[in-house]
């Protein structure tokens, strides 16, 4: 991607840089729920992060992170062939926010530093913080835009529209199947879990932002190859 030729568009402009926002002041409530659309892997690959400085992991257990993420990757029979792309998005690495399955915040590799054998990242990432290899495949990740919409909505009545962030980096993963009809129909199993009026709406971000557990209090985490789900209620 060239950084140059990104930009934001607000207030009826256009920036190269910068950051916006939109305050929304809904007449009605709201439910968010930042899912994650992997699983673990089919190998147990688990570690804790002992060097770490930004976007870039040095060391897993004492270990060059570089090397142990690969060899986590060699571990997974689906990986003989993959193109580097899609191993480090379909094989991403996660942490643990609360249990279970959705509760995952994962973290998106983007390359291993063949100077250092660290591990280059999109997001940043703490020392000491414990990470595993989590998995999925594109048809999954088709599959897991419903089931997203289908889990934020459980329990929630009268949904007047939505609002779907999912990530472009997964988006980028299905187009390499060499069609974009897997995203339309994306779309339509989205908004078949609404009621018939509701509008839907959403967009393809390179990182989400989302609630990190189902309290405010247990505040906000940005994300990576994950999709969050903003849903407007009256009941």
């Known amino acids: 991607f060239d950084p140059s030729a990104w930009c934001l568009l607000a207030n009826g402009d256009t920036y190269s840089s910068g950051v916006c926002l939109a305050l929304l ?3 009605v409530q709201c439910a968010m729920e930042l ?3 992997h699983k673990a892997a089919k190998h147990s690959c ?5 060097k770490a400085q930004g976007r870039r992991i040095y060391t897993i257990d004492g270990e060059k ?3 142990v993420y690969q060899k986590w990757c060699e571990c997974q029979a689906d990986l003989a062939s993959a193109a580097p792309a899609t191993v480090t998005t379909l094989h991403p690495l996660a942490r643990t926010a ?3 399955d959705r509760k995952l915040i994962l973290m998106h590799p983007s390359h291993v530093d063949p100077t250092d054998r660290s591990l280059v990242m ?3 990432v703490k ?3 414990k990470v595993g290899l989590v998995s999925s495949t594109r048809e999954d990740l088709v599959r897991s835009a419903e089931s997203s919409v289908r889990a934020t909505s459980s329990g929630v009545q009268a949904v007047a529209g939505a609002i779907v962030i999912y990530c472009a980096g997964a988006v980028l993963e299905v187009l390499r199947g060499g069609s974009d009809a897997p995203l339309e129909d994306s779309a339509k199993s989205m908004a078949s879990v609404l009621p018939e009026h509701a509008p839907l709406v ?3 971000p390179f990182g989400e932002q989302g609630p990190l557990g189902p309290d405010p209090s247990d505040g906000n985490v940005h994300a990576n190859l994950m999709c969050n789900v903003l849903l407007f209620h009256s009941e």
């Open 127 to 129: 020392e000491s913080c």
């Open 46 to 50: 688990q570690g804790v992060v002992t």
């Open 35 to 37: 899912n994650c659309m």
């Open 98 to 100: 609360f249990e279970g």
């Open 202 to 204: 959403g967009m393809f």
């Open 25 to 27: 002041c809904p007449s």
């Open 65 to 67: 992170a570089g090397d």
């Open 122 to 124: 999109f997001c940043e």
